[in-house]
């Protein structure tokens, strides 16, 4: 299945995927400069991005402590989510995600 980043700079970047595999992973797999600092542990909010809209419905509903984190996140949108906790299924293939403009890696860029 794919999974398809816009990166800050608008760039489509398409990744293969296996059902079950964690968004961020497959983000940083395809070179997204997502942190993750915490590894799915809910206390960062390092690995943010804004789904686009058209699949958000599709996503599991997010946890009250994710909603607490993403409050803590830079540039939330209404589509935002963590990608550390969307664990990526069939129904998702083709998906479409933005990272956040303030998300940033130094060394990438
Ligand atoms: Fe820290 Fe997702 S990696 S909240």
């Known amino acids: 299945m794919k999974v398809t980043f816009i990166t800050r700079?608008?760039?489509r970047v398409e990744a293969?995927?296996?059902p079950g595999a964690n968004l961020l992973e497959i983000a940083q797999a395809a070179g997204m400069p997502l942190e993750g600092t915490c590894e799915g542990q809910m206390a960062c909010s390092t690995c943010h991005v804004i789904v686009a809209p058209e699949w958000f419905p599709l996503l599991p509903e997010a946890s009250e402590e994710e909603e607490d984190m993403l409050d803590l996140a830079a540039e939330v949108a209404r589509t935002s989510r963590l990608s550390c906790q969307i664990a990526v299924s069939e129904t998702l293939d083709g998906i479409e995600v933005r990272i956040p403009g303030a998300s940033h890696d130094a060394q990438a860029f």
């Open 9 to 11: 700079d608008g760039q």
């Open 16 to 18: 293969e995927a296996e």
